[in-house]
C-alpha cells in the first residue's frame, strides 16, 4: 500500500471529502516523523482443533481462529505499532483542536493497519508459503482471553513494549496483532487478502462500531 492509499483509507475514517486532504497529508507527516511503525512476527508451528488451536505449544481458544487455522501446519503472529509517541500526539491534539485530533486519529490507524498488513505478507514470504485469513483476538468467534498468551509468544512487550490490559485492550493504543495460517503453495490457491480494515473479516454484522466493506481493498494473489 502507497501514501495515497493510506491517506484514502483514513479519509474514509475520518468521513473527510477532498477538503480534508491537506490536513490528512500533515498528519501522516507528523506520525512518520515522530511515530513511525514498527513491527514484528514470529513464525510457529500450529494445529487446528474444533474450537480453537494448539500454536507454539499453547492452546488458544477460538472457533474464529480454528477456521482460520484449519490445513495449516505452521502460523505467523504478526503485532504492529505507533508506539507511545503516537499516544502521546492523539493526546495533545484533543486538548489543542478536536478536528485535528480527528484527522490525526484516522491517519493513525491506516497507518498502523498498514504496518501489519506490511509484516503479514512479510512473515509469509519469510516462510515460502500462502497466506490464509488472519484474524484476531477479540473478532467474532476469537476470544480476547487468547491474547495474552499471543502477546507472549511474539514477546511483544520486549521487541516493541506493546501489552495488554485486563480489559483485552493493546497499550499503546495504536497497536494491532494478528494471527495467519500459513499453508504450502499449491495450484489454484491464493493468498487472502490483507486483513485491515478488521470490520471486513469479522462475523458479527450488529456491532455498532462496523466499518462499511471498502471496495478498493487488495485483489487475491496466486501463490
Known sequence: MTE???LRRAARYAQSGAEGLPAL????????REAPPRSCFRLLPCRAGERGARIGGRDIAGEALARALRGCGTVSLVCATLGQAA?????RAQVQDMAWALMLDAC????VEEAAARALRGAAEAAG???????APGYAGFPLGGQQALLDLIDARRRLGVAGTGAGMLVPAKSLLYVQGL???GAGQADAPDPAPPCK????????????????????ERC
Open 4 to 6: 495515497d492509499a493510506v
Open 25 to 32: 497529508r500533515r498528519a501522516l507527516d507528523l506520525l512518520l
Open 87 to 91: 499516544d502521546r500526539l492523539l493526546v
Open 108 to 111: 493513525a490507524s491506516a497507518l
Open 129 to 135: 508459503l500462502c497466506r490464509g485469513a488472519a484474524t
Open 183 to 185: 499453508r504450502p503453495p
Open 201 to 220: 473479516t469479522c462475523a458479527r454484522r450488529d456491532c455498532p462500531f462496523r466499518r462499511e466493506k471498502n471496495n478498493d481493498e487488495s485483489e487475491e
